[in-house]
Nanobody, 122 residues
Framework: QVQLVESGGGLVQAGGSLRLSCAAS????????RGWFRQAPGKERELVAA????????YYADSVKGRFTILRDNAKNTVSLQMNSLNPADTAVYYC???????????????WGQGTQVTVFS
């Protein structure tokens, strides 16, 4: 079992920044990919960013490249998502997920956090 707990969501004005964090516990050694997904009302869930825990390889959706950065802290077993230059299109519930392969398909990620709301107003 793996437990994931997100924090750091909130309300921010367009152009601002937020940092999300995901703390993991349990048998995380078996799940070497951490991803941040988001889902806005009426839209499909999408992978925003992901990182390989062992080699640090990363993936970013085109919509966030250059604005978002995914970071890992091996000592604390946490992954963060630094979000800069936010715009209203980034408004969504953001979920942390753990999987075994760095893929964009959410069904490949076995464990999920409860989600944290990010709202960007103009």
């Amino acid at each position: 079992q793996v437990q994931l707990v997100e924090s750091g969501g909130g309300l921010v004005q367009a152009g601002g920044s937020l940092r999300l964090s995901c703390a993991a516990s349990g048998r995380t050694i078996s799940y070497l990919v951490r991803g941040w997904f988001r889902q806005a009302p009426g839209k499909e869930r999408e992978l925003v960013a992901a990182i390989g825990w062992s080699d640090g390889s990363t993936y970013y959706a085109d919509s966030v490249k250059g604005r978002f950065t995914i970071l890992r802290d091996n000592a604390k077993n946490t992954v963060s998502l630094q979000m800069n230059s936010l715009n209203p299109a980034d408004t969504a519930v953001y979920y942390c997920a753990a999987g075994q392969r760095l893929v964009v398909d959410g069904s490949e990620y076995r464990y999920w956090g409860q989600g944290t709301q990010v709202t960007v107003f103009s």
